[in-house]
């Protein structure tokens, strides 16, 4: 019999939200703990006012979830002109307001200066660690704290259209840029007041060409369990590493149990992560140096 039963892995991976604008990314987490009655996280939270792709680990899977956290990100973005707020959203409280508006010549002209490695400071409404605290704890109360600039990427960053009051975006950006953030300094460099309008992440890296069938409505409403597992994508279609490797069961207890196996005349390069399968079965993750195999993230434990 296999190490791994089928019911065992029916509850190991990732399920794919579409979130409407209207709920949590904790909420949907909550609701889908409560369904599966298994471990449940997401890989990446959506504000609030923000919908599109959430990808939530379920079971095992959630120990995998560094692997997917830095992943490029799409999102397509509105910016409404006319109106700073401080939390850079619709949601936030007006600071300033102003009659300009930018031309779409000087648009497309700013915006090629933001791809590329540029420095951003997370806004003040984030959950951004400041001295162990969310640093929207301190903005709620009205503190506001330094933030330090962030190095980034902007891979590529697009006008789709424009009104008179309002212009939609699409960016392209490395893990860990805030595109509120990226709205408040378009306006600043454009003269402009301005927030996001709205906000839709359309993809990740390693989600990119699957399908997000259930939405957030769905989830809340309407979803069994058999819903759930119908629709989870398994840890070895979405866990892609360069090296593949097969193991045999005296070889995976021993990496199971912390012990190192040596290996030889395998073209893997020290410090490389490998996927390790038990036959046809993904298993662990194993990290390979000085010709030794050592198990990193074990699926079964």
């Known amino acids: ?15 794919l939200v579409n979130k409407a604008s209207d709920c949590t990314s904790h909420d949907v987490v909550a609701k889908i703990r409560r369904i599966t009655k298994s471990k449940v996280g997401h890989l990446g939270t959506l504000d609030p006012f923000a919908s599109g792709l959430l990808p939530i680990a379920i079971g095992k899977a959630t120990k995998f979830a560094d692997y997917f956290l830095a992943q490029n990100k799409s999102y397509k973005f509105a910016i409404k002109w006319g109106k700073n707020t401080d939390t850079l959203d619709c949601k936030g409280l007006i600071t300033e307001e102003s009659v300009k508006r930018p031309k779409i010549a000087a648009i497309k002209e700013l915006l090629l200066k933001f791809k590329g ?35 980034i990427k902007i891979y590529d960053l697009q006008l789709l259209a424009q009104t008179t009051n309002e212009a939609i975006f699409s960016v ?35 989600f990119k060409g699957y399908k997000y069938k259930l939405t ?39 990496l199971a149990n912390g012990v190192k196996i040596a290996t030889n005349n395998l073209p893997f390069k020290d410090d490389q992560d490998i996927k390790l399968k038990l036959g046809s079965e993904f298993c662990m993750i194993a990290n390979f140096a000085s010709n030794y195999l050592k198990s990193k993230k074990l699926l079964t434990n």
């Open 117 to 151: 490695d540029i420095m951003q400071v997370p806004p003040q409404f984030s959950a951004l660690k400041i001295k162990g605290k969310p640093a929207y704890k301190y903005a709620r109360t009205g503190k506001y704290v330094e933030i330090s600039p962030r190095k």
């Open 216 to 254: 957030s409505d769905f989830i809340f409403n309407q979803a069994g369990l058999n819903d759930i597992t119908a629709n989870l994508i398994s840890l070895d279609q979405l866990i892609k590493l360069k090296y593949n490797y097969t193991i045999n069961e005296f070889n995976y207890r021993k």
């Open 1 to 15: 019999m296999s190490l791994f039963s089928m019911q065992g892995q029916k509850m190991n991976g990732f399920l």
């Open 172 to 206: 392209y950006c490395s893990k860990g840029t805030y595109v509120r953030a990226l709205a408040r300094d378009i306006c600043a460099q454009l003269g402009v007041c301005g927030h996001v309008s709205s906000l839709s992440r359309e993809y990740i890296d390693n």
